[in-house]
């Protein structure tokens, strides 16, 4: 199982990422304390993903997320993968997401 994931995202585009992880069932939960001032953090099910805060995000890679189908957010279908659909999907600061139908 993946602990969590960080994305470098601006904070000006924080709340829109949260809104948009909140659509996939991710909760806002309070980082530790020594991270509070740097970063946001959404989880669901013991899975995080960190905003990290960054006026000059790098963004590269994705995350892959096995989700309810359809997905619940705008998405682009690809090929089925390993017997089961499956989608890319751009959050409001740019991260890429594989959408995996589970």
Known sequence: MIHHVALE???DDVGAEVAWWARLGFARVEPPASLRDR???V???GVSIHLLLS?????GGHVAL????PPPVEHEPRTAHWGVPRAYARTPAGHLVELVAG
Do not use: F, N
């Open 9 to 11: 995202t601006r904070p």
């Open 39 to 41: 970063a946001v953090w």
């Open 43 to 45: 989880e669901r099910d």
């Open 55 to 59: 006026d000059a995000p790098r963004l």
């Open 66 to 69: 096995v989700t309810p189908w």
